[in-house]
C-alpha cells in the first residue's frame, strides 16, 4: 500500500487562494505603513479579507472562522508567513492565536462571551505572561503567586518578563502559582485579566537585538517586563480551574512552536526567492552571479532545508489530522525550523552582499528576529533535551531508537 502524500483539493483551493491574498494584497500594503497609520492599514486589510472569508482559519465555523483541520491551516500559516501583515490580516497572529484557542477550549460560556469573542471579531488583543526572570525555561520555577480573597477574588503578586505584545495587548491570561503544596505540575493557574490594570504594570519594553522600525509592537510583539502588585482577578476570570494552568501552558505553546514553525517556513521562502532573484539578475567580473557554482550549490542547500521542513510540518499535521501524539516531532521540528530560517536568511544576505547587509531589504530585519526562534517556546537545549531523553527510553523499552528518531513515522 502506497504512502499519499497529495494534498486534498480543498486544501490546496485554500492555500492557493491565501497564497494571492498575501502576494497581493498584504506585501504591497507594507509599503503603506511608512507613510500611513498602522490601524489604517490593518483596518482596510482586515475588511478585505473578511470579505473573501479569509478569517481566524483554525476557529470553528459556528465562531466566525474558517474551521480549518491542521493540515489545511498548516498551508495556510506556511503562506502567511511572508508578510509581516499577513497572519495579522486574516486576525491568526501570535500570541494572540494561541490564546484563543485556550479559552475555546477550556473557557466558560461567560468567559468565552466576555473574552473570545471580541478577540475573534478583531476588537482586542491578548498577552500571555508565563515567563519569569527567575524561572526562565523551567515554567515551574515560576513564583508570582495567586491567593483567595474569600471566595469572590484572587490577588495575585510577582513579575512576568518578556510578556510578548503585552503593550498592545486588553488581555492578558496570567499564570500564577495557587498552591505550592500540589505536585509539581498541578500548582499553578491560569487567570484572565482586563487590561489596562494598576496591578498589571509594564515596566518597560525589554530592547533587544531585533531591528524594531515602525510599528514593530503591533507587527512583532514587543517583549514586556510586568509587575504584578496587589492584581484583583475575580474568581469568575479562572480559566480552566485551579491546578490546570500548566498544562494548559504546555499545550498553548505547542501550537505557538508550530506556528512559527510555520511562519519560518513562509520566511525562508521569500528570502530563497529574493535571493535568487537578486542573482539571476547581477553579474560580476563578467560573469552572472546564477551562473557560479558556488552560487548553486548555496541556493541547493536552501532549497534542501526547506523541503526537509516543509516535509515536517505536514507530517506533524497529519498526525494532529488523526489525533495521534506528536510530541517528539515538535521538538524536533521546533529546532530545525528555527535553524533553518536563520540559515536561509542568512545565505541569502550573503548572497545580496552589502545590499543585503543594509536595511533597504527586508532581511536585516528579519536576521535581527529569527534570532530569537531558538529562544522562544523553549530554547534549543531544552527540546533537544527532551528528544534525547526519548531517543534513550525507546531503546531501553524497545532494543532500538526507531520509534523515537524517526524509523515509525506514522
Known amino acids: 500500500m502506497s504512502i499519499d502524500f497529495e494534498i486534498p483539493a480543498e486544501a490546496r483551493a485554500i492555500r492557493e487562494k491565501v497564497r494571492k491574498w498575501v502576494q497581493e494584497e ?7 505603513l511608512d507613510s500611513k497609520p498602522f490601524d489604517e492599514v490593518l483596518g482596510q486589510l482586515r475588511t478585505r479579507a473578511r470579505a473573501q472569508g479569509l478569517w481566524c482559519p483554525f476557529v470553528p465555523k459556528e465562531y466566525g472562522g474558517m474551521g480549518l483541520g491542521p493540515l489545511a491551516n498548516a498551508l495556510v500559516q506556511m503562506e502567511l508567513g511572508e508578510s509581516s501583515l499577513g497572519a495579522l490580516s486574516m486576525n491568526t497572529q501570535g500570541p494572540d492565536d494561541a490564546s484563543m484557542l485556550t479559552i475555546l477550549a477550556h473557557g466558560t460560556e461567560y468567559q468565552k462571551e466576555k473574552f473570545l469573542r471580541p478577540l475573534l471579531n478583531g476588537e482586542k488583543r491578548i498577552c500571555f505572561s508565563m515567563t519569569e526572570k527567575a524561572a526562565g525555561a523551567d515554567a515551574t520555577g515560576m513564583q508570582t503567586r ?27 491570561l496570567v499564570m500564577a502559582k495557587t498552591d505550592p503544596n500540589a505536585p509539581r505540575h498541578k500548582q499553578f493557574s491560569t487567570f484572565i485579566v482586563e487590561l489596562p490594570n494598576p496591578g498589571y504594570r509594564i515596566k518597560r519594553n525589554i530592547k533587544n537585538m531585533a531591528i524594531e522600525g515602525a510599528h514593530y509592537d503591533e507587527l ?7 509587575e504584578i502588585k496587589d492584581l484583583i482577578v475575580p474568581a469568575d476570570n479562572l480559566l480552566g480551574g485551579e491546578g490546570n494552568g500548566f498544562n494548559m501552558g504546555q499545550h498553548r505553546l505547542a501550537y505557538g512552536r508550530l506556528r512559527h514553525g510555520m511562519h519560518n517556513i513562509a520566511k525562508a521562502q521569500r528570502a530563497l526567492d529574493m535571493a535568487v532573484a537578486h542573482v539571476t539578475g547581477r553579474s560580476t567580473f563578467g560573469v552572472l552571479l546564477a551562473d557560479r557554482q558556488a552560487v548553486q550549490f548555496m541556493l541547493a542547500e536552501c532549497a534542501s532545508q526547506l523541503y526537509i521542513g516543509r516535509l515536517m510540518l505536514l507530517h506533524i499535521a497529519y498526525k494532529a489530522e488523526k489525533g495521534m501524539d506528536l510530541t517528539q516531532e515538535n521538538s524536533i521540528a521546533k529546532v530545525y525550523l528555527a535553524h533553518m530560517v536563520h540559515k536561509v536568511i542568512d545565505t541569502a544576505i550573503q548572497l545580496h552582499g552589502a545590499l543585503g547587509y543594509s536595511q533597504d531589504t527586508v532581511l536585516a530585519k528579519w536576521y535581527t528576529q529569527v534570532r530569537s526562534q531558538r529562544l522562544v517556546d523553549g530554547p534549543d537545549e531544552v527540546h533537544k533535551w527532551k528528544v534525547g531523553r526519548n531517543v534513550i527510553k525507546a531503546f531501553r523499552e524497545h532494543g532500538t531508537t526507531a520509534s523515537a528518531a524517526g524509523g515509525d513515522l506514522l
Do not use: M, Q, R, T
Open 146 to 172: 495567586a491567593e483567595k480573597d474569600g471566595n469572590e477574588n484572587y490577588i495575585l503578586n510577582g513579575e512576568k518578563w518578556f510578556s510578548s505584545s503585552a503593550s498592545v495587548a486588553d488581555i492578558a
Open 26 to 32: 498584504c506585501i504591497p500594503a507594507e509599503k503603506d
Open 220 to 226: 512583532a510583539g514587543g517583549h514586556s517586563e510586568i
